[in-house]
Protein backbone atom coordinates (compact mmCIF):
# COMPACT_ATOMS: atom_id res chain seq x y z
CA UNK A 1 0.00 0.00 0.00
CA UNK A 2 2.71 2.54 0.90
CA UNK A 3 4.06 2.29 -2.90
CA UNK A 4 0.90 2.93 -4.27
CA UNK A 5 0.85 6.18 -2.18
CA UNK A 6 4.10 7.18 -2.96
CA UNK A 7 3.46 6.30 -6.58
CA UNK A 8 -0.04 8.60 -6.43
CA UNK A 9 2.04 11.91 -4.63
CA UNK A 10 4.89 11.34 -7.29
CA UNK A 11 2.08 11.40 -10.16
CA UNK A 12 0.65 14.64 -8.40
CA UNK A 13 3.63 16.14 -8.08
CA UNK A 14 4.50 15.41 -11.54
CA UNK A 15 1.42 16.63 -13.18
CA UNK A 16 1.56 19.84 -11.00
CA UNK A 17 5.51 20.68 -12.43
CA UNK A 18 5.09 19.82 -16.03
CA UNK A 19 1.57 20.32 -17.03
CA UNK A 20 0.67 23.83 -15.76
CA UNK A 21 -2.05 22.97 -13.21
CA UNK A 22 -2.12 24.55 -9.99
CA UNK A 23 -3.95 21.67 -8.00
CA UNK A 24 -3.86 18.19 -9.27
CA UNK A 25 -5.24 14.71 -7.29
CA UNK A 26 -4.24 11.39 -7.94
CA UNK A 27 -5.47 7.84 -6.72
CA UNK A 28 -4.88 4.94 -8.52
CA UNK A 29 -5.95 5.61 -12.11
CA UNK A 30 -8.44 8.74 -10.93
CA UNK A 31 -7.15 12.44 -11.30
CA UNK A 32 -8.69 15.52 -10.91
CA UNK A 33 -6.56 18.84 -12.08
CA UNK A 34 -7.18 22.59 -11.91
CA UNK A 35 -5.71 25.20 -13.45
CA UNK A 36 -7.45 27.54 -10.94
CA UNK A 37 -5.35 29.15 -8.43
CA UNK A 38 -5.98 29.64 -3.92
CA UNK A 39 -8.19 27.69 -2.50
CA UNK A 40 -10.89 27.69 -5.79
CA UNK A 41 -10.02 23.91 -6.67
CA UNK A 42 -10.48 22.52 -3.69
CA UNK A 43 -14.12 24.25 -3.05
CA UNK A 44 -15.40 23.53 -5.88
CA UNK A 45 -14.68 19.91 -5.76
CA UNK A 46 -15.43 19.72 -2.13
CA UNK A 47 -18.67 21.55 -3.16
CA UNK A 48 -19.25 18.26 -6.07
CA UNK A 49 -19.37 16.01 -3.74
CA UNK A 50 -16.73 14.38 -5.78
CA UNK A 51 -14.97 11.17 -3.07
CA UNK A 52 -11.07 12.45 -1.97
CA UNK A 53 -10.58 10.42 0.45
CA UNK A 54 -6.80 8.66 0.34
CA UNK A 55 -5.99 10.74 -2.68
CA UNK A 56 -2.51 12.10 -3.06
CA UNK A 57 -2.25 15.95 -3.94
CA UNK A 58 0.05 18.51 -5.60
CA UNK A 59 -0.24 22.36 -4.89
CA UNK A 60 1.46 25.18 -5.95
CA UNK A 61 1.14 26.81 -2.24
CA UNK A 62 -0.56 25.55 0.79
CA UNK A 63 -1.64 28.20 3.61
CA UNK A 64 -3.71 26.87 6.24
CA UNK A 65 -6.91 27.19 4.90
CA UNK A 66 -6.13 24.69 2.03
CA UNK A 67 -4.34 22.34 4.82
CA UNK A 68 -8.00 22.68 6.48
CA UNK A 69 -9.25 21.77 3.10
CA UNK A 70 -7.30 18.72 2.48
CA UNK A 71 -8.54 17.58 5.79
CA UNK A 72 -11.77 17.79 4.81
CA UNK A 73 -11.75 16.03 1.88
CA UNK A 74 -9.76 13.34 3.52
CA UNK A 75 -6.43 13.60 1.32
CA UNK A 76 -4.05 11.13 2.36
CA UNK A 77 -0.85 13.08 1.16
CA UNK A 78 0.24 16.50 -0.13
CA UNK A 79 3.38 18.04 -1.82
CA UNK A 80 3.67 21.98 -2.20
CA UNK A 81 6.68 23.73 -3.21
CA UNK A 82 5.69 26.17 -0.50
CA UNK A 83 3.90 25.22 2.47
CA UNK A 84 3.03 27.55 5.42
CA UNK A 85 4.23 26.96 9.20
CA UNK A 86 0.95 26.89 10.15
CA UNK A 87 -0.90 24.83 7.34
CA UNK A 88 1.91 21.84 8.20
CA UNK A 89 1.06 21.95 11.79
CA UNK A 90 -3.06 21.26 10.52
CA UNK A 91 -1.16 18.60 8.26
CA UNK A 92 0.79 16.91 11.33
CA UNK A 93 -1.93 17.74 13.92
CA UNK A 94 -4.28 15.20 11.43
CA UNK A 95 -1.86 12.49 10.58
CA UNK A 96 -1.43 13.22 6.98
CA UNK A 97 1.93 13.42 5.35
CA UNK A 98 3.03 16.99 4.02
CA UNK A 99 6.15 17.34 2.21
CA UNK A 100 7.63 20.89 0.39
CA UNK A 101 10.40 22.62 -0.43
CA UNK A 102 9.98 25.64 1.63
CA UNK A 103 7.98 26.75 4.18
CA UNK A 104 7.59 29.97 5.93
CA UNK A 105 5.77 31.42 8.67
CA UNK A 106 3.12 32.53 6.65
CA UNK A 107 1.88 32.68 3.03
CA UNK A 108 2.10 36.33 1.32
CA UNK A 109 -0.74 37.60 -0.92
CA UNK A 110 -0.72 37.53 -4.85
CA UNK A 111 0.70 40.83 -5.02
CA UNK A 112 3.61 40.55 -2.34
CA UNK A 113 2.06 43.43 -0.69
CA UNK A 114 0.87 41.24 2.49
CA UNK A 115 -0.45 38.30 3.96
CA UNK A 116 -2.70 36.26 2.30
CA UNK A 117 -5.93 36.95 3.28
CA UNK A 118 -7.35 32.83 3.27
CA UNK A 119 -4.52 32.30 5.85
CA UNK A 120 -5.20 35.58 8.00
CA UNK A 121 -8.80 34.46 7.91
CA UNK A 122 -8.32 31.00 9.25
CA UNK A 123 -5.15 31.87 11.78
CA UNK A 124 -7.29 31.61 14.91
CA UNK A 125 -9.02 28.80 13.44
CA UNK A 126 -8.38 25.20 15.25
CA UNK A 127 -11.53 23.13 13.58
CA UNK A 128 -11.99 22.33 10.07
CA UNK A 129 -15.73 22.69 9.56
CA UNK A 130 -15.55 26.11 10.91
CA UNK A 131 -12.43 26.73 8.77
CA UNK A 132 -14.85 26.09 6.11
CA UNK A 133 -17.16 28.79 6.76
CA UNK A 134 -14.59 30.98 7.06
CA UNK A 135 -13.45 30.65 3.86
CA UNK A 136 -16.41 30.48 2.14
CA UNK A 137 -17.58 34.03 3.73
CA UNK A 138 -13.99 35.66 2.89
CA UNK A 139 -14.15 34.21 -0.74
CA UNK A 140 -17.31 36.08 -0.88
CA UNK A 141 -16.64 38.86 0.38
CA UNK A 142 -13.32 39.34 -1.97
CA UNK A 143 -15.66 38.45 -5.04
CA UNK A 144 -17.67 41.47 -4.21
CA UNK A 145 -14.58 43.79 -4.28
CA UNK A 146 -13.58 42.58 -7.63
Keep these: M??????DLDRAKTLLEFEGYTCVLCRDDKVYVSTKRGVSPLLEWLESSIDMKGFSAADKVIGKAAAFLFVLAGIREV???VIS???M???E???IKAVCDLMPDRIVNRAGTGLCPMETAVWDIEEPETALKVI????????QLN
Excluded: E
Design 85 to 87: TAA
Design 93 to 95: QCG
Design 136 to 143: KSTVKKMQ
Design 79 to 81: YAP
Design 89 to 91: GVF
Design 2 to 7: ADMINK
